[in-house]
């Protein structure tokens, strides 16, 4: 998708940016693309068209004032991908495999889900940033993230996604692959968040209904239409009230 394999790297060797699960659920989507295992339904090309708009935007033109506004901009434009991103993966409509690959853009640009306009709320969502997500220092001291490195992941996503959102040819009909399942372990708590009224939000961490753990570490299935938590006392419950962003951006990126 043109994504340069292993993401861009700080001078370090660490990745930026946290792509592994972007390359590996991009190439698996042009690959089913490309060979016809995947012909998007409306609700797919529906969110893929919402996103590819956001990857698609312009900067603003300011005139005089482009300069100071410009760094703003730019990360406003990665924040609202990154928003998009996790809408259209929390609305429930689209396939699995279109959850997955939104699910792995939302990773990816978890670095300005809060920057540059954090959520008004202190108990909004606090996603952690990826360790070894490279962060760049200010004349204040406070970090900012990857800009350059974000927005290289854009021509490889507006290429996929353009051919996501392309009116189906005549005579086919949606097809689908069969749900990727993830598995994988994680040691530490799930938050889910509320928000019942405009900038109102709730917080509750999420414990085991058998032995009231909070901190796991937690057997994590997921088949894109349900997340199950597996607990060490032998508890399994996927009523848990957890969105699959809540679950998947706090995952390690595997």
């Known amino acids: 998708m043109g994504i340069p394999a292993g993401a861009p790297e700080a001078a370090s060797g660490v990745p930026r940016l946290p792509v592994r699960a972007l390359n590996r659920e991009a190439d698996r989507a042009?690959?089913?693309?490309?060979?016809?295992?995947?012909?998007?339904?409306?609700?797919?090309?529906?969110?893929?068209?919402?996103?590819?708009?956001?990857?698609?935007?312009?900067?603003?033109?300011?005139?005089?004032?482009?300069?100071?506004?410009?760094?703003?901009?730019?990360?406003?434009?990665?924040?609202?991908?990154?928003?998009?991103?996790?809408?259209?993966?929390?609305?429930?409509?689209?396939?699995?495999?279109?959850?997955?690959?939104?699910?792995?853009?939302?990773?990816?640009?978890?670095?300005?889900?809060?920057?540059?306009?954090?959520?008004?709320?202190?108990?909004?969502?606090?996603?952690?940033v990826p360790r070894g997500t490279a962060a760049q220092g200010t004349a204040d001291g406070t970090q900012t993230p990857p800009t350059e490195a974000g927005e290289a992941l854009l021509p490889g996503l507006i290429a996929l996604f353009t051919a996501l959102a392309a009116p189906p040819l005549p005579g086919t009909a949606p097809y689908r692959p069969p749900a990727v399942v993830l598995r994988t372990r994680y040691a530490g708590r799930f938050r889910h968040y509320g928000r019942p009224a405009r900038q109102v939000w709730?917080?509750?961490?999420?414990?085991?209904?058998?032995?009231?753990?909070?901190?796991g570490p937690w057997t994590v299935v997921c088949d894109w239409r349900l997340v199950a938590l597996?607990?060490?006392?032998?508890?399994?419950?996927?009523?848990?009230?957890?969105?699959?962003?809540?679950?998947?951006?706090?995952?390690?990126?595997?």
């Open 202 to 215: 709730t917080a509750d961490t999420f414990r085991c209904p058998g032995c009231s753990t909070a901190d």
């Open 30 to 128: 042009r690959r089913w693309l490309e060979s016809g295992e995947w012909r998007p339904d409306a609700a797919d090309a529906a969110a893929a068209a919402g996103l590819l708009a956001r990857l698609t935007a312009p900067l603003p033109r300011r005139g005089a004032e482009w300069v100071r506004t410009r760094a703003v901009d730019r990360d406003r434009r990665l924040q609202r991908v990154w928003r998009s991103a996790v809408h259209h993966l929390d609305a429930g409509a689209v396939s699995p495999p279109a959850a997955s690959l939104l699910a792995a853009v939302a990773r990816a640009f978890v670095p300005w889900y809060g920057t540059p306009n954090p959520p008004p709320a202190a108990a909004a969502p606090r996603y952690p």
């Open 230 to 254: 597996g607990c060490p006392c032998g508890v399994t419950t996927d009523r848990h009230g957890l969105t699959l962003s809540e679950v998947f951006l706090v995952l390690p990126d595997e």
